[in-house]
């Protein structure tokens, strides 16, 4: 055949391609819809319990998001997610949480032997035979996702061959946590990123990045994954009052969770985390220390205090209701344009919030009966305080319309997204479940949303996914609710 | 008529419901994530020889269920002939936050004197979150997702002690697997807890077994009346036992699955995760017909099997062709041609035999894996280098009169293959590994409706049913590839 001719035959070969394909999809899709299928999608997903004198955006779950990953590479559970100034969604996950069986692919690293002398994996699973599976090999930690959920890069932790003594090297200063937890993208397009693992000296997997101690530092990066500054160290222990303890002078963090940056201010805000007991607020181009407060805007933090009253159930048990410090994990924070600095107390079944403005935030204040004015503290929320599993509140964001006027509240024990007007921090309504199917939720880690108010969810535990809701009606909050956020419901 | 105002209002509402519902779904469409979607779970890696039904996954299914009721691993899955979908779940797999609403057992404590609920987790103060409760072990859903009906194990108040009663001979497994419904609307279901004499008496209040492994398979009606048990509680296997159970029934080990041919009334057990033979009983009677391992070989000699270590071992020693099944023996089906398709997970393997076939069943000797001898008709791999329990856990065939689609369910790979029957290649696959809709993790069953749709279970951390819609050809036909599995570059 000359090249003329395969020209020839080449546009009707790709229109038959075209439509066979086209022509399938449309068959799949209308079946979705003349079974039903769609509008019980809808009814399933959307929001629930609520108030019949407020109103709120609705959700439907995108059951496509995000498109499947190239390279047979799967995720781990999702520590972290975070919608950019593009709306680019950034992922921070656990390659190391992946199964045996999910991580088949996984080979044997060179020259690495279990405790039985037998060839392992990355993770620590026994390769004696090589890969196990058909599948999979483990992502890169972050992961940047476009609306569409299609990949756009992804880089970063021992999952990604040659990053580590690459672009992020020992000498420069950059350490890779053990456990990803939160991930945060500024307005210069900075990518933040912290770490959650406690000191383990028995970590002796391919894949232990920190080996020195728990992770008590914080990461910057480009969008590319060069390193560009560490905060903190890796201390065996918290330490709710450092200042300085770290790499060139920097504040020693202690498994933190999430962090902020205010764009007014460059000022970085950690919620400082599954160890410390505080948000610690940092100068976000030089890493130096700038303050930090406790629950009720308390500084210093009593951490022996707080570590002796126990769990918030057996405390409140006790009648202590009240407590006038964060309980781990400290576990977010966010900023609303009016200056309001949101707090996820999980520990203690609550978030709490702060006015930024505040000259007393930060500095050394005492609030034991947390006053409302006194030391920036604003306000408090409890959100389903009888529940007794690790805490409730694990991450905030605002709608997109000019007043941020929904705050979401994500529960990671309760398995759903409360939609709360942030004016009055009632509950207006819900959406989410406990479970596997789209829209349902399995330790529900992470909410945030982009500019058309879209909200993406991530999992940890067992969930180890992300997941898209689509936004419609409304664009923010108004009315009236319950001031009892959160709660059992009949069905 | 004063009343009337405020009713349309209510209906007005209820057309606001409706629109906001069209909104949502036309977002699906303008967004191209429908289009995705069909894309992301449909069939691939095709044979461009080959034809196959297609499917896109169902992600309204199931209908979320009432009183705050949630599933664990779902260990058994198979659609009637009037097209319901019966599950058997775990709801002892329920982890302590899912069973968050699980409140403690009347009078259970555990070993350090706090109240515990019926899976053994502490409930000092009661109920720990907002939800859920565990839902009874069988349930019946419509094509639709919706529930019909739900009943039996442990998580079912009262059921335990009335509708399957100790003196009558029902014994709850411990844990729940195989699940069949036959041409008489009888359903039957299998346990595959093993004995084990560390862990033999701490029990929680959930524990239904307390007197070995679960070796028996119970009969019951649609609406959970019990009707029959073969079998028994054994502490270890035995591969030929004929009438050790119950009224002279045959003793099982941790059977995985079963099916009944409605023109004999036989019923065959895959058995199991302890015996590793195909059992064959009458199922009026339950008692003893006669039984095959691998090849057809009877007796089965379940000391070699042991001495033989695991799949990947023994094949490295260059022993490919076992003559026994491993553990677990996992699947059993009968076409309507005669012949019975049997899951040796064990040896990632599939083996088909002939129900017709005089010898099978009897004594009978075929060490070398002749076809035509002992009823033993083809084998074949699947993904044969996989390194963990092992591949082919369930069959099904499609809904065209020939039934030329052998779909298999591989729980290692996380797909299902699609191949044509008659020379069982491999025309293409769906399902992926992962969380997503149309993906799975620990996918455990594979059945069909009337139509061609296909429904699937999860055990491990997947505990989930999804539904997948069929479209295009209703059968299979062409040449595929004779290796069945293995890794696909994406």
């Known amino acids: 055949m000359t090249y003329r001719k395969i020209l020839a035959v080449l546009p009707a070969t790709l229109f038959t391609l075209t439509s066979l394909a086209v022509a399938a999809d449309s068959d799949a899709i209308n079946l979705l819809k003349s079974t039903g299928a769609l509008d019980r999608l809808a009814k399933?997903?959307?929001?629930?319990?609520?108030?019949?004198?407020?109103?709120?955006?609705?959700?439907?779950v995108d059951p496509s998001f995000p498109q499947r990953l190239p390279h047979n590479w799967m995720i781990g559970q999702v520590g972290g997610l975070y919608v950019d100034r593009h709306d680019?969604?950034?992922?921070?996950?656990?390659?190391?949480?992946?199964?045996?069986?999910?991580?088949?692919?996984?080979?044997?690293?060179s020259g690495a032997t279990n405790e039985k002398g037998q060839p392992e994996n990355g993770i620590g699973y026994a390769r004696q035979y090589g890969t196990i599976t058909d599948c999979c090999k483990a992502a890169p930690a972050v992961l940047e996702f476009?609306?569409?959920?299609?990949?756009?890069?992804?880089?970063?932790?021992?999952?990604?061959?040659?990053?580590i003594g690459g672009k992020c090297k020992a000498e420069a200063g950059?350490?890779?946590?053990?456990?990803?937890?939160?991930?945060?993208?500024?307005?210069?397009?900075?990518v933040w990123l912290s770490g959650s693992g406690a000191y383990n000296p028995h970590n002796n997997a391919p894949w232990?990045?920190?080996?020195?101690?728990?992770?008590?530092?914080?990461?910057?990066?480009?969008?590319?994954?060069?390193?560009?500054?560490?905060i903190g160290g890796t201390p065996k222990g918290p330490n709710s009052n450092d200042t300085n303890g770290g790499i060139n002078g920097t504040p020693l963090t202690y498994l933190s969770a999430d962090m902020v940056v205010d764009p007014a201010t460059n000022r970085l805000y950690v919620a400082d985390g599954y160890?410390?007991?505080?948000?610690?607020?940092?100068?976000?181009?030089?890493?130096?220390?700038?303050?930090h407060f406790g629950a009720y805007g308390n500084n210093p933090v009593d951490d022996a205090g707080a570590k002796a009253a126990g769990t918030w159930i057996d405390d409140a048990a006790k009648g202590n209701r009240k407590p006038t410090f964060f309980r781990n994990p400290v576990h977010c924070v966010k900023i609303a344009d009016d200056g309001k600095i949101y707090v996820c107390d999980r520990g203690n079944d609550r978030i709490q919030v702060f006015d930024k403005n505040s000259p007393e935030l930060g500095k050394a204040c005492s609030n034991p009966t947390g006053q409302p004015g006194k030391c920036g503290f604003v306000a408090?929320?409890?959100?389903?305080?009888?529940?007794?599993?690790?805490?409730?509140?694990?991450?905030?964001?605002?709608?997109?319309?000019?007043?941020?006027?929904?705050?979401?509240?994500?529960?990671?024990?309760?398995?759903?997204?409360?939609?709360?007007?942030?004016?009055?921090?009632?509950?207006?309504?819900?959406?989410?479940?406990?479970?596997?199917?789209?829209?349902?939720?399995?330790?529900?880690?992470q909410v945030s949303r982009d500019s058309k108010g879209n909200i993406y969810t991530a999992e940890v535990d067992t969930g180890k996914r992300i997941q898209k809701f689509l936004r419609y009606g409304p664009t923010g909050c108004s009315g009236t609710g319950s001031t009892t956020v959160g709660g059992v419901l009949g069905n």
């Not at 476009?146 to 990053?163: C, E, I, M, V, Y």
């Not at 990045?209 to 390193?227: A, E, H, P, S, V």
Request: negative net charge; glycine residues 12%; proline residues 3%.
């Open 44 to 60: 399933e997903s959307g929001v629930y319990h609520a108030s019949s004198t407020g109103k709120t955006p609705d959700f439907i």
């Open 88 to 109: 680019h969604i950034w992922v921070y996950h656990r390659a190391r949480s992946l199964t045996n069986d999910e991580a088949g692919l996984e080979g044997p690293v």
């Open 146 to 163: 476009d609306t569409d959920g299609k990949l756009l890069r992804s880089w970063g932790g021992p999952s990604d061959p040659g990053f």
């Open 174 to 190: 950059c350490i890779w946590p053990n456990s990803e937890h939160g991930i945060y993208v500024d307005q210069n397009d900075n």
């Open 208 to 230: 232990a990045t920190n080996k020195q101690g728990g992770d008590g530092l914080i990461l910057k990066f480009d969008m590319d994954g060069n390193f560009k500054m560490r």
């Open 275 to 291: 160890g410390n007991r505080r948000v610690l607020i940092i100068d976000a181009n030089t890493g130096k220390y700038i303050g």
């Open 380 to 445: 408090e929320r409890f959100v389903s305080d009888h529940t007794n599993i690790i805490g409730t509140a694990v991450s905030m964001n605002f709608s997109t319309d000019k007043a941020q006027s929904c705050l979401y509240v994500a529960d990671n024990a309760n398995m759903a997204i409360y939609i709360l007007n942030r004016s009055n921090l009632e509950e207006l309504g819900r959406f989410g479940h406990s479970g596997r199917a789209p829209g349902e939720f399995h330790w529900t880690h």
